[in-house]
């Protein structure tokens, strides 16, 4: 698999959205530096939502950055996205590998050790480690998991770590130094009056923490 740059990982969202449409902010946000986007679609048909991620494919393929799918494995291979995401309440990591092949992207949400470690086991390539601060985006993501257990999971694993959960422009820095490699939003880029500048703003603060010598 090519190498992945995980550090501004922004997820879709029709609410976040309002009334500007979605292709609109994802062109915006990877213009001012997002380096992933995930099609999330809870609410959307089938037939929406593969429309909607045809659409978006078209415009990150021409960035040269991975679309992820969230959680609908029928959807990412409809549009040949580069990846899928499941919860703990989706479908298996391991049943999900086999299903999307060797090649393609397999990202899993994990809130404990034991969950990031048998993701790994399972095939993942990489981590979404949250809620780490508090969402509003995900009224069932439970109590916050802190800084504390996102450096513990980092430590326990081999793959990359994406933290999410109430990341904002304030406190990307300290995900980043608990060990993480990117940061998942969705209301600080996709909800952000300027998403191309919000976008631009968190990649570079996450390049400056990055640039700072290791103690």
Known sequence: MQSIDWSVYIITDERAAGQRALPEIVSSAIQGGATV???????????????????????????????????????????????????????????????????????VSAT???????????GADYLGVGDVFGTPSKPDAGPPIGLTRLAEIVRAVHIPIVAIGGITLDNAASVIEAGAVGVSVISAVVGAADP????????????????????
């Open 37 to 107: 986007v995930q099609l999330r679609a809870k609410t959307a048909t089938t037939r929406a939502m593969v429309e909607l991620g045809h659409t978006l494919h078209a415009i990150t393929r021409a960035a040269g950055i991975p679309l992820i799918v969230n959680d609908r494995i029928d959807v990412a291979l409809a549009i040949d996205a580069e990846g899928v995401h499941v919860g703990q309440n989706d479908m298996p990591a391991s049943v999900a590998r086999r299903l999307i092949g060797p090649q393609r992207i397999l990202g």
């Open 112 to 122: 404990t050790v034991a969950h990031a470690q048998q993701a790994e086991r399972d």
């Open 196 to 215: 191309a500048a919000a976008a631009h703003q968190l990649r570079e603060r996450i390049a400056a923490v990055r640039s700072q010598p290791q103690v």
